[in-house]
């Protein structure tokens, strides 16, 4: 079992950033891939980011150039660095770890309003 606490959502300007972040507890060794989705009003939930346990990061064609995730192994965390962000970025933000026997966690979800 992986728990999931995301953290730093919130309002933020057009232009502005935000950092996300997602902190990992219980069965952290099993995890082979963390990444971010994100699910606005209306669409689906889409893959923003994500990172390999050997750093391979891999992103959204939206979202290239502006947002980069990263991870502190020794504090099981990883991070959403938003930069320039857009008012079409609001969505709740979802972190996601697939482990080992291809099973996946969620967290709960944090909030992201970019306003114009």
């Known amino acids: 079992q992986v728990q999931l606490v995301e953290s730093g959502g919130g309002l933020v300007q057009a232009g502005g950033s935000l950092r996300l972040s997602c902190a990992a507890s219980?069965?952290?060794?099993?995890?082979?891939?963390m990444g971010w989705y994100r699910q606005a009003p209306g669409k689906q939930r889409e893959l923003v980011a994500s990172?390999?346990?050997?750093?391979?990061?891999n992103y959204v064609d939206s979202v290239k150039g502006r947002f980069a995730i990263s991870r502190d192994n020794a504090k099981n965390t990883v991070y959403l660095q938003m930069n320039s962000l857009k008012p079409e970025d609001t969505a709740v933000y979802y972190c996601?770890?697939?482990?080992?026997?291809?099973?996946?966690?969620w967290g709960k979800g944090t909030l992201v309003t970019v306003s114009s």
């Open positions: 219980g069965s952290i060794f099993s995890i082979k891939v």
């Open positions: 990172i390999t346990r050997s750093g391979s990061t």
């Open positions: 996601n770890a697939v482990v080992l026997s291809r099973e996946d966690y």
